[in-house]
């Protein structure tokens, strides 16, 4: 397939920081979050009201941004640079891949980059990599939310598959096709976070204590419970 790096897009918004929650910004007068926190959000909802506070990256994060780093040299080197909107069109009788395509969707107050994605003639494959070959519902979301956005942007025609590679390999260990019942799925979900961004519905703690053992907010978290 050929390679695009994806620099330029014909639509713009402007954006304006939130006042209080560090990393949502606001577009079209929505709060629009990154799609990575719909991971937090899987985990633990909590995990989500303590991002305000600081904390040194785990060796797992410190190791996968790396391999991520990596990748993306060595795709720069070899790719064409093009906009958004012309790698769509292209490939309509073209193959051809990009990475770290940032998608928005104001209208789902969501945005975020992916990791990887394919477009083909008759198909868009939108991949996230990710550590260990479990696929967790988390990470799940993530890639839809990725499906819904892109889908958003382009009112796409062909079939979306979302799908999950073990980092740094080529198994594609979990890959669906974007469905309307997925996709009404997802808005529900996204519908749910921005209602705690809002204020109108509560974080709700992890329950699970292996979860908060392996937690980096756990020393400062109120539903740590210590051993
Ligand atoms: S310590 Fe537990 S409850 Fe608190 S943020 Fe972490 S995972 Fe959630």
Known sequence: MEQKNITEYEKSYAIKEHPSIKGVQIIEGKNNFPISWLNQQGYCE??????GIETAATPEMT???????????????DATPTSFEDAVEASK?????SRECFVV????????????IWMKPDEIVIIDDKP???PYFSTMNQVRAYCLAYK?????????????????TSNLFWIEVFTPEVEKEIRFTIERMQGLLEGSKPFIPTKNPNKCRSCRYKRYCEHFKRD
Not at 63 to 77: C, P, R, T, V, W
Not at 105 to 116: K, L, M, V
């Open 152 to 168: 958003s942007m382009t009112g796409e025609t062909r079939k979306i598959k979302g799908a999950l590679r073990e980092r740094g």
């Open 132 to 134: 260990g070959r479990t």
């Open 93 to 97: 009788s073209e193959a051809l891949m």
């Open 105 to 116: 969707a104001p209208e789902f107050g969501i945005r975020g980059f992916i990791d990887e």
């Open 63 to 77: 190791h996968g941004s790396d391999i991520h780093n990596q990748l993306e040299e060595a795709f720069k080197k």
């Open 46 to 51: 909590y995990q989500i009201y303590m991002k």
